[in-house]
């Protein structure tokens, strides 16, 4: 049974810098499209980055050049770097893996997702 974990969300003020981490167990397959994505209270979910088990990765116009995306395939973790944080950037954020990527899958924002964790919290303060 595939099993996502997020962790490393909380409170920071504007500029600031957080990271998430995802641990994931249970993996059907050995290759896979991982990604973050988060909602904010009364909007609709935003794909933020994704990243395949070669380390491509494709991120949100809104996220480009402050959050990286990065992982440990030994671990199964995926890790979200949140850099210069804005207000804007608050909300839940989960991360996901979508395994239609071993069958010849794209790993894009948009993706299959079919496996999702329960979320971490971000909070920025302006």
């Known amino acids: 049974q595939v099993q996502l974990v997020e962790s490393g969300g909380g409170s920071v003020q504007s500029g600031g810098s957080l990271r998430l981490s995802c641990a994931g167990s249970g993996y059907i397959y050995s290759t896979y499209c991982m990604g973050w994505f988060r909602q904010a209270p009364g909007k609709e979910r935003e794909g933020v980055a994704v990243i395949d088990t070669d380390g491509s990765t494709s991120y949100a116009d809104s996220v480009k050049g402050r959050f990286t995306i990065s992982q440990d395939n030994a671990n199964n973790t995926v890790y979200l770097q949140m850099n210069n944080l804005k207000p804007e950037d608050t909300a839940l954020y989960y991360c996901?893996?979508?395994?239609?990527?071993?069958?010849?899958?794209?790993?894009?924002?948009?993706?299959?997702?079919?496996?999702w964790g329960q979320g971490t919290q971000v909070i920025v303060s302006s």
């Open positions: 996901a893996a979508d395994f239609s990527f071993f069958f010849g899958g794209s790993c894009v924002l948009v993706g299959d997702f079919g496996y």
